[in-house]
């Protein structure tokens, strides 16, 4: 029986998986959680698969991913999420996660994806496959790539130009200053960037503003 523990903010997504997944008899769902600090106090070796989200409100699972693997180094983790710009799945993917997927995968994708990793081996999806490919083929180059961004993010990446502190932006926003600083570290992964001023630079460079 492999035993999985799914992170995710939303708890429909959660549920829709527990219900993808009732009627696998070697498959059982034995943990669940909506915050990256319950997912760090709660999770234990019994877990073998780890369906983690990418953006969730107190961090990034980018980063939450590492920090899992370091403490339990064979737990298999698969990202989950809605994002498919190749700088979240290059990251993920190099702070060990074994698998990609997006949260419009199907039954039977999600299953195979789980029992592969199980296997030690890596999965992407056909779709993320196919978006690494095209970027290597220089169809989706750096310079052309613009990301998408949430609303939200819009948001805080307009008041960062405007030289908002974190503590300001979490005040005009009615946010935690955890979830600001999650929002920033996710702007600065989708736009490839280390810092507000690189931050700054590209967000002008492709016209995000």
């Known amino acids: 029986m492999i035993q999985i523990a799914i992170t995710d903010d939303h708890t429909i997504v959660i549920e829709g998986i527990k219900t993808l997944l009732r009627a696998e008899k070697d498959i059982c769902i034995s943990k669940s959680f909506t915050t990256i600090n319950d997912l760090l106090a709660g999770l234990d070796e019994s877990t073998q698969v780890l369906l983690l989200d990418i953006n969730l409100p107190d961090g990034s699972g980018i980063d939450a991913c590492k920090v899992l693997l370091k403490k339990f180094p064979e737990l298999k983790i698969i990202a989950l999420t809605n994002f498919d710009e190749t700088s979240f799945i290059k990251q993920m993917m190099k702070n060990g996660a074994m698998g990609y997927l997006l949260k419009n995968t199907g039954k039977p994708e999600l299953i195979l994806a789980i029992k592969t990793v199980m296997e030690g081996k890596r999965y ?73 001023a690189g931050l700054v630079r590209v967000a002008f460079e492709k016209g995000l503003v």
């Open 124 to 196: 992407l999806s056909a779709s993320i496959t196919t978006i690494l490919l095209n970027e290597s083929l220089g169809e989706a180059s750096d310079a052309s790539f613009i990301p998408k961004l949430t609303s939200r993010e819009q948001e805080i990446l307009n008041l960062i130009i405007k030289e908002y502190t974190t503590e300001e932006i979490a005040n005009a926003i009615f946010l935690s200053t955890k979830t600001v600083e999650s929002h920033r570290s996710n702007l600065f992964q989708k736009l490839g960037v280390k810092n507000s």
